[in-house]
């Protein structure tokens, strides 16, 4: 049972507006959520995360906020650039061990 | 340079061949991680290894085989019993609870 769901598979933008990318947990025990940006046959890269004390947290262009009452996070990027065209995986964890991935979002910025 | 290593990037393998997949760090991190992706598919957890010479099944452990006898190395073998073995896998660190997962560049696995 995926416990860590991403709906939209894929995701267009134009160049310099924003994006937003969103994730769903069923998993209330969940108190570490993360962002990672991947490149075909590449690892994953981390970008961003967010601790569940806290609603948002920002990093350049990079923004995270958390819904805890609606087991919800979401990633904005703002202005979007053709580089960040990429899949973007959300994880969560609980107490730090096991990481559960979402099944990503294919994000394309059009220049 | 820090980092994890996963060798070779791509391997390929007779049907019935057990084969040992590498993961090497030099991060210094307690805890290391093999995960596997498949094509639409997320990040799914085979094993993980918190401490030397301990490790825990994730929740597709079947057919998979690690072991931890270094902090540094935590190579997963694919034996003949995993069905269907061909996949992208990843291998990552984690430095401590509340640190985020840092990953290897994969290797990429095809039986025929």
């Known amino acids: 049972d995926q416990q860590v769901k991403q709906n939209s598979p894929s995701l267009s933008v134009q160049e310099g507006r924003i994006s937003i990318l969103n994730c769903d947990y069923t998993?209330?025990?969940?108190?570490?959520f993360l962002w990672y940006k991947k490149y075909p046959a590449e690892g994953p890269t981390f970008l961003i995360s967010?601790?569940?004390?806290?609603d948002k947290n920002e990093d350049g262009r990079f923004t995270v906020f958390l819904n805890k009452s609606a087991k919800h996070l979401s990633l904005h990027i703002v202005p979007s650039q053709p580089g960040d065209s990429a899949v973007y995986f959300c994880?969560?964890?609980?107490?730090?061990?096991?990481?559960?991935f979402g099944t990503g979002t294919s994000l394309t910025v059009i220049p | 340079d820090g980092g994890i290593t996963q060798s070779p990037k791509y391997l390929f393998r007779k049907e019935g061949q057990n084969v040992t997949l590498s993961c090497e760090q030099n991060?210094?991190?307690?805890?290391m991680y093999w995960y596997r992706q498949d094509p639409g598919q997320g990040l799914r957890l085979i094993y993980y290894?918190?401490?030397?010479?301990?490790?825990q099944k994730g929740d597709i452990a079947e057919g998979y085989s690690v072991s931890r006898e270094k902090k540094e190395s935590f190579p997963l073998t694919v034996t003949s019993a995993q069905k269907n073995p061909t996949a992208f896998y990843l291998c990552?660190?984690?430095?401590?609870?509340?640190?985020?997962?840092?990953f290897g560049n994969g290797t990429r696995l095809t039986v025929t």
């Open positions: 990552a660190s984690r430095y401590r609870v509340g640190s985020p997962l840092h």
């Open positions: 967010i601790s569940s004390i806290k």
């Open positions: 991060l210094n991190h307690d805890a």
């Open positions: 290894s918190q401490i030397v010479n301990d490790f």
């Open positions: 994880a969560a964890s609980a107490l730090g061990n096991q990481f559960y």
């Open positions: 998993n209330s025990m969940f108190d570490y």
